[in-house]
């Protein structure tokens, strides 16, 4: 026979070092000072390119022509609170969500805004350095190094892709293990779930294959393993771990069920809307019922970088968001999920408040929005205030820092929780301080 494993090395490579409770040392994780955890789960939606604050949640209806734009303010569940147009679904749940109008940091460009949003480093890679094994870990990776997670589920995900920039890699940093290494990446779901061909890594088993006889050929692999002299043996212990975490992830089926979209109802699916965010976003649901901890969800393709020609992108691209959003928000609700999940909504940064010759908004992130909700996160807020044109903070600044220690906390972990890198230099998770205004 020859020695193949239904999951090859190289396969597992490309499985991403696979960061389930199997193939991971449990640490401990210590709770915030006088607080339990409020949130079991995560789910962080990172809408990389830069949204338009003043279009979405910052509206400003009594500025100049060139500063309100296209759009009118409409109310929402929330008496006081107003959204832009284009959210109109979202308005509907403003009562579950914290909006932080005062988000602020000084990086322009999109490589060093999403690390800091991801990492809440300052310590900035060149702008144009894609990943690299230096970088801070992202938020997925310190929870695969510190969560106890549950055999046969990954601890943390992402979809329906990675962030990209233009490069030879497309690696965007702050979204890998970075300085704990790769074994501490995410688990990347790769591909689009509104195609009828939706089957990420192909996590099913083949129909000859029973799960007995997975088992046998996992024996026999290790058998063999061990007669490969070849390989140097801390490498080939590492392999090992990643082999049986993959083994474990495709026996185990909680997974592939949660991807199987075919058990929801077409009312559900309509809600979500038939998109890559929105059945994106209801697969993020279904790994919150199965106890994922932390999904995460890239924007594709930096579509919200809006330089040019602001009002037709985002009537292509804000309404299958906006329905997909409000969609996630009442039906983590209506499920008794929301207490127990925090959903964050961000972008790297905001837009200017002024158009330019093009009709579109520049990077800005002197000013800008990021929203909460659930996990312990009181709704019906607006934090923070912007000037009349949306172009600077005027009180309770909040930098990206800042919500990371809010969602540590949220989460039951320290902000001040050390991490080592490579050379063992301790590393707090975040510098920022606990929203505790929010909760």
């Known amino acids: 026979m020859n020695h193949q494993s239904l999951l090859s090395r190289r396969g597992l490579l490309k499985l991403g070092s696979l960061s389930v409770a199997t193939s991971m ?9 006088g607080t339990e955890s409020q949130a079991k789960h995560c789910i962080f939606i990172m809408l990389q390119g ?55 940091h000084k990086f322009t460009n999109h490589i060093a805004g999403t690390y800091v949003t991801l990492t809440g480093s300052t310590n900035q890679p060149d702008r144009d350095r894609e990943a690299h094994a230096d970088d801070f870990p992202g938020p997925a990776a310190i929870l695969n190094l510190v969560a106890a997670g549950h055999r046969g589920i990954p601890t943390a995900v992402s979809l329906p892709g990675w962030l990209s920039i233009p490069g030879p890699s497309n690696r965007m ?36 294959v029973t799960r007995q006889r997975l088992v046998d050929r996992m ?11 070849w390989i140097e043996a801390e490498l080939n212990q590492q392999v090992d771990r990643l082999t049986e975490s993959a083994y474990t992830l495709v026996s185990d089926g909680r997974l592939q069920r949660a991807l199987d979209l075919s058990s929801e109802s077409a009312a559900t699916k309509a809600k979500y809307g038939d998109s890559r965010i929105g059945q994106s976003l209801l697969i993020a649901r279904r790994l919150v019922e199965i106890g994922v901890p932390y999904v995460a969800y890239n924007a594709f393709n930096q579509e919200w970088d809006t330089h040019g020609n602001l009002k037709v ?11 997909a959003f409000a969609a996630l928000i009442q039906d983590l609700d209506d499920r008794g999920l929301l207490d127990d999940t925090l959903v964050v909504n961000t972008g790297e940064f905001g837009r ?17 929005s990021t929203v909460l909700a659930g996990g312990g996160i009181r709704g019906g807020l607006s934090w923070g205030q912007t000037d009349r044109q949306g172009g600077e903070v005027l009180e309770a600044a909040v930098n990206p820092c800042d919500v990371l ?32 205004e929010l909760t």
């Open 25 to 33: 040392v449990p640490r401990a994780a210590r709770a915030a000072p």
């Open 50 to 104: 830069g949204p338009s604050h003043i279009d979405l949640w910052d509206p400003k209806p009594t500025a100049s022509t060139d500063v309100r734009g296209p759009f009118t303010t409409i109310p929402t569940s929330v008496p006081g609170i107003q959204f832009g147009e284009p959210m109109s679904e979202t308005s509907k749940v403003a009562h579950h969500l914290a909006v932080i109008r005062s988000m602020t």
């Open 173 to 208: 940093p702050g979204q890998y293990g970075g300085f704990l290494g790769s074994v501490y990446d995410p688990f990347l779901l790769e591909g689009d779930p509104q195609k009828p061909d939706y089957r990420p890594l192909a996590l099913g088993l083949p129909e000859d």
């Open 219 to 229: 024996t026999l692999s290790k058998q063999l393993d061990r007669t490969a002299h």
């Open 313 to 323: 992108r985002y009537q292509q691209i804000v309404p299958p968001t906006d329905r």
């Open 352 to 368: 200017t408040p002024k158009f330019n010759n093009k009709n579109g908004r520049d990077h800005w992130p002197n000013a800008y």
């Open 405 to 436: 220690a809010t969602m540590w906390r949220q989460l039951g972990l320290d902000p001040r929780t050390e991490i080592r890198d490579r050379l063992g230099r301790p590393h707090l998770i975040s510098n920022g301080r606990v929203l505790r």
